[in-house]
């Protein structure tokens, strides 16, 4: 007996979000073999070709305005990925995924702030329970130091919300594979600017080492958790509802922490997994209750389930 469609749809969007959080942990292995930027640029060279590849012939590619919406929500997706590649160096996978999910909360006060939104009780309240889960998960017990590495990931969270309010503002006029094709490029150029730059002024050593891992690590970020994520994301978002989307999404930094724990013993401790579960009730609280609120895929709630943009 075939499987009801919507039933398809929630597994396909499991298998995304397995995905998605499960890379946490495989670009930390790779940045043995490349400096952050340097990946950054590798993944998202080999993510524009595979896109390239799917929506090339799209007539979207071509409707005017697209490119320069594509070169700002690439600013924002480049920025995002450098800082979390970077604070990989320095936290832990786990902490990196549940520190990322903040974004979720932070979206609502930036429309608040900048676009005149109401602002919802609960909404409120979740944003106030993830930040006291964010003390929890990164600063240790007795002191009041945030690591450099949770910083940069903190600073990865303000540009994902940043990439979730562009996308919603560009996604209803602009087709899926012209912003799609267009904001990976954007992001690809935006690496190629920052990594020599970078390399120049002592702010990163740019390194490259080919190895298998390194090579396996692209595919799976590049062409997995980018292309075939996006391709099948926006198949199943036509089929499942928003709140059904936002609790599946909210799952990657749990599957983060399993991936960490299985592959690299990482363990949270109980401070840890205090801060990391105060932060997944702050985006559910945030999201689901009492209605969530419109969002874009990468993150819990897509802007608009039948044009989703996965990242």
């Given at each position: 007996?075939?499987?009801?469609?919507?039933?398809?749809a929630?597994?396909?969007?499991?298998a995304?979000s397995?995905?998605?959080?499960?890379t946490?942990v495989v670009?930390k292995?790779?940045?043995?073999?490349?400096?952050?930027?340097?990946?950054?640029?590798l993944?998202?060279a080999?993510?524009?070709?595979v896109?390239?590849?799917i929506?090339?012939?799209?007539?979207?590619?071509?409707?005017p305005?697209v490119?320069?919406a594509g070169?700002?929500?690439?600013f924002f997706?480049c920025?995002?990925y450098v800082?979390?590649?970077?604070?990989?160096?320095?936290?832990t996978?786990a902490k990196s995924?549940f520190?990322?999910?903040?974004?979720?909360?932070l979206v609502?006060l930036?429309?608040?702030?900048?676009?005149?939104?109401r602002?919802?009780l609960?909404t409120l309240?979740g944003?106030g329970v993830a930040?006291?889960?964010?003390?929890f998960l990164?600063?240790?017990?007795?002191?009041?130091?945030i690591?450099r590495?949770d910083l940069?990931?903190?600073?990865?969270?303000?540009?994902f919300?940043?990439?979730?309010?562009?996308v919603?503002h560009y996604?209803p006029r602009?087709?899926?594979?012209?912003l799609?094709?267009?904001?990976v490029?954007?992001a690809?150029?935006?690496a190629?600017?920052?990594a020599?730059?970078?390399g120049?002024t002592?702010?990163?050593?740019?390194?490259l080492?080919?190895t298998p891992?390194?090579a396996m690590a692209?595919?799976?970020?590049?062409v997995?958790?980018?292309a075939v994520?996006?391709?099948?994301q926006?198949w199943a978002?036509q089929?499942?509802?928003?709140?059904?989307?936002?609790i599946?999404?909210?799952l990657?930094p749990?599957?983060?922490?399993?991936?960490?724990y299985v592959v690299?013993?990482?363990?949270?401790g109980?401070r840890?997994?205090?801060?990391?579960?105060l932060i997944?009730?702050?985006?559910l609280l945030?999201e689901?209750?009492?209605?969530?609120?419109?969002?874009v895929?990468g993150?819990p709630?897509?802007?608009?389930p039948?044009e989703a943009?996965?990242?």
């Amino acid at each position: 007996m075939p499987l009801p469609r919507r039933l398809k749809a929630d597994i396909a969007l499991g298998a995304v979000s397995f995905v998605w959080g499960a890379t946490f942990v495989v670009i930390k292995n790779a940045l043995a073999d490349a400096s952050p930027l340097v990946f950054v640029f590798l993944r998202f060279a080999l993510a524009s070709a595979v896109l390239l590849a799917i929506f090339g012939r799209r007539d979207s590619l071509r409707q005017p305005g697209v490119p320069w919406a594509g070169a700002l929500i690439g600013f924002f997706l480049c920025a995002g990925y450098v800082f979390q590649t970077a604070g990989l160096e320095f936290t832990t996978p786990a902490k990196s995924a549940f520190i990322t999910a903040l974004s979720v909360v932070l979206v609502p006060l930036v429309l608040v702030l900048f676009f005149r939104h109401r602002l919802r009780l609960w909404t409120l309240v979740g944003v106030g329970v993830a930040v006291v889960g964010l003390f929890f998960l990164t600063v240790p017990p007795g002191e009041f130091t945030i690591g450099r590495g949770d910083l940069m990931t903190l600073a990865c969270a303000l540009a994902f919300t940043g990439h979730i309010v562009a996308v919603g503002h560009y996604a209803p006029r602009y087709g899926v594979g012209g912003l799609a094709v267009w904001q990976v490029a954007a992001a690809l150029g935006w690496a190629a600017l920052a990594a020599p730059l970078a390399g120049v002024t002592g702010l990163e050593t740019l390194r490259l080492n080919w190895t298998p891992g390194l090579a396996m690590a692209l595919v799976i970020s590049a062409v997995l958790a980018t292309a075939v994520a996006f391709s099948v994301q926006t198949w199943a978002q036509q089929f499942t509802p928003s709140t059904h989307t936002a609790i599946i999404y909210s799952l990657e930094p749990v599957f983060a922490a399993l991936t960490s724990y299985v592959v690299v013993g990482e363990r949270l401790g109980g401070r840890g997994l205090l801060g990391a579960g105060l932060i997944l009730a702050g985006v559910l609280l945030a999201e689901l209750w009492p209605k969530p609120h419109p969002d874009v895929p990468g993150m819990p709630a897509p802007a608009n389930p039948s044009e989703a943009d996965g990242v």
